[in-house]
């Protein structure tokens, strides 16, 4: 047994005593609702007034802590900074395929130039040649006749005649002629080279930028999946209380349905009000956090749009600029895929990004996965959603309800009974003061 620690009795003021389980209910009522509970004596006709009937028994408020998370939960922050660091990086390559593709735009100006000045050397050498051959060259200046004629001169010249090489000017002839051709071929082979190799480079960028898309879903997949969580995670820890709460409704309930002990009635009814309140404010917590769960999943929903409105915008102000024959048309749709309602790890796991290098693109790192991509695609992986644990929860309007009126039958009772201690109180006082009057005795003539 423990002594009920809200009032004693009336006639000589001695504790009284209540069932174990009234203490050890309230110390858990007074833990879940976090607020001061200072038990005081009042005054029988107070107690007939139900707001000093609540205020005597608990704070005229109470505010519930924040719910702790699991250790091991992983935040949409963690997320959240990945596509942040991935849209980054997607910009970067975008300006770098921009820039790959000026310099091929460049080069394939120079390579159709180079190849049409060599094919011009080519025929001009066999030209040049065949006239020697036949000698077609004025003695006086050693010009073809070809070279004279269309200058729009005689040949040959006034006062020359024609001359006839010999074999080995011919061969100097052929020589020099050569030179040029090799010279622009080298300049050619070099400029193609050099292309083979920007296409390279582009193609490189194209296919990490192509991964960095999968790895932007696969994080706003992430988090998505974390605000969920934390929800779910909230909705547990919700259900748990609103099932401490209901068996204590119950509990007080039970333990003063007939009791007839002004005490056990006065603290019943405090009780059923402070276990309703704490009812109140647990409806309260959970809408609120159902709204802001709403919200930060609303605001990642924007921020994710945002990125690709970034992304798109520089994609579109590079392909602009870009003079290379078909690359720029790939930028005009680049932010195709950049989905955020899809996660890769959903459909087969393909796709996810696992060989986006942040931004690197040179071919000696090609196929390279960074320890930072595993790790998050390993957790993206591994964290499946664990949804709400517990029992469905009555619905709290009805809980109310019911405590409600349970609380009036106990106030109801404990005024009969209040008022029948007071009668009881009036009458031995009355037959207490009528037992110390002196008895009045005639006197005796």
């Known amino acids: 047994m423990a002594l009920h620690l809200s009032g004693g009795c009336r006639c000589c003021g001695r504790p ?27 005054r029988a006709q107070d ?56 310099q091929i735009g460049l080069m394939q100006v120079k390579e159709k130039d180079l190849a049409a000045k060599l094919a011009a050397a080519i025929a001009n050498k066999a030209a ?29 010249h006034q006062g020359q005649s024609i001359i006839k090489p010999t074999p080995e000017q011919i061969a100097g002839k052929e020589r020099e002629l050569q030179a040029v051709i090799d010279k ?11 292309l083979a190799k920007a296409n390279q480079d582009i193609d490189t960028i194209r296919s990490q930028i192509f991964d960095g898309m999968g790895l932007w879903r696969t994080a706003v997949a992430f988090q998505r999946r974390m605000i969920r969580q934390e929800d779910f995670d909230d909705e547990s820890a919700y259900l748990r209380e609103r099932e401490k709460i209901s068996q204590q409704l119950g509990a007080v309930q039970t333990e003063t349905a007939t009791s007839q002990d002004i ?20 409806e309260d917590r959970r809408a609120a956090e159902r709204r802001a769960s709403n919200q930060t ?41 950049m989905t955020p309602s899809i996660d890769p790890l959903a459909l087969a796991q393909e796709g996810s990004g696992i060989t986006f290098r942040m931004g690197k693109y040179d071919q000696a790192g090609f196929g390279e996965i960074l320890p930072r991509v595993a790790e998050f695609i390993g957790k993206a992986r591994n964290t499946m959603v664990e949804g709400p644990s517990g029992p469905p929860a009555p619905m709290a309007g009805d809980e109310l309800r019911m405590a409600d009126n349970a609380i009036a039958r106990l106030k109801a009772r404990l005024n009969v009974r209040l008022a029948e201690e007071q009668r009881r109180r009036d009458e031995a006082a009355a037959a207490a003061l009528a037992q110390a009057q002196p008895s009045e005795t005639p006197t005796q003539p």
């Open 16 to 42: 009284e005593v209540a069932p174990s389980g009234t203490t050890s209910r309230r110390r858990m009522l007074t833990a879940l609702a976090a607020a001061p509970f200072v038990p005081t004596l009042a």
């Open 47 to 102: 107690l007939l007034d139900p707001t000093t009937l609540r205020s005597s028994r608990v704070s005229s408020s109470t505010t519930l802590p924040p719910r702790a998370r699991p250790a091991d939960r992983i935040s949409p922050g963690y997320a959240r900074s990945m596509a942040g660091g991935v849209t980054d990086a997607l910009i970067s390559l975008i300006r770098a395929y921009g820039s790959a593709a000026d």
């Open 128 to 156: 040049q040649l065949d006239e020697y051959r036949q000698g077609l060259f004025c003695s006086g200046c050693n010009r073809t006749k070809s070279d004279i004629l269309s200058k729009g001169e005689q040949f040959p």
């Open 184 to 194: 622009l071929d080298a300049e050619l082979k070099d400029v193609r080279t050099k």
């Open 263 to 282: 005490s056990l009635i006065r603290g019943g009814v405090g009780d059923l009000e402070l276990w309703s309140s704490t009812l109140r404010q647990v």
């Open 297 to 337: 999943m609303n605001l990642a929903d924007v921020t994710a749009q945002r990125e690709r409105a970034r992304v798109e915008t520089v994609a579109n102000e590079v392909a602009a600029r870009i003079t290379a024959f078909g690359l720029a048309g790939y930028l005009r749709i680049v932010t195709v895929p």
